[in-house]
């Protein structure tokens, strides 16, 4: 990728930033994740070509064109919360999405930045979601892992912190939070 072709993207994940809270591609990889899709299946649901995702994934394409679909993001965000907290299970989830897949309309998208469990209070897994996201949307995790191997000498801590939440995969950033409370 060329410098041009790097600075378009970044502007469209800049963008994308600020007309859905977060990049598209943190945002459809945590639904993938929380819901147990593919991208293909993730694409058939909010009614997209599977290149088209791919795109809006890349930051090759920025804006999601078709109002419908932003109200299908939306309801998976909404889905994928319940799922993690339990109140939904994944058979009834998979019912839930043919019917957000047949759904019309055209909300606007909300940076929603937690969702919370029957409780009222968030979920671990979406405690997490949002740290990765964060540390995410401020480097890449070549430049997390950077860091913290600049760190590691005086903060192993910190360093492993941003090893987990910044570069980590899921699983493991939750086992590091459980273990880390009280």
Do not use: C
Request: aromatic fraction near 4%.
């Amino acid at each position: 990728m060329d410098t041009a072709q790097q600075e378009a993207t970044a502007r469209a994940r800049e963008l994308q930033r600020s007309w859905y809270g977060e990049p598209l591609g943190a945002l459809f990889r945590r639904l993938i994740d929380d819901l147990g899709l593919n991208q293909a299946r993730l694409a058939a649901v909010l009614g997209l070509s599977a290149p088209m995702l791919s795109q809006l994934m890349s930051g090759q394409r920025a804006k999601i064109g078709n109002p419908a679909v932003v109200q299908r993001v939306q309801a998976l965000q909404e889905l994928a919360g319940q799922v993690a907290d339990g109140s939904v299970s994944a058979a009834e989830a998979t019912d839930r999405m043919d019917e957000i897949k047949k759904s019309q309309g055209g909300s606007v998208l909300t940076a929603n930045s937690t969702t919370t469990g029957s409780s009222g209070a968030p979920t671990v897994r979406r405690v997490v979601r949002e740290i990765q996201s964060l540390l995410r949307s401020v480097a890449a995790a070549g430049d997390i892992l950077e860091a913290a191997d600049s760190l590691a000498p005086a903060h192993p801590e910190l360093a492993e912190f941003l090893r987990v939440y910044g570069a980590g995969r899921t699983a493991d950033a939750v086992a590091h939070y459980e273990s880390h409370q009280n």
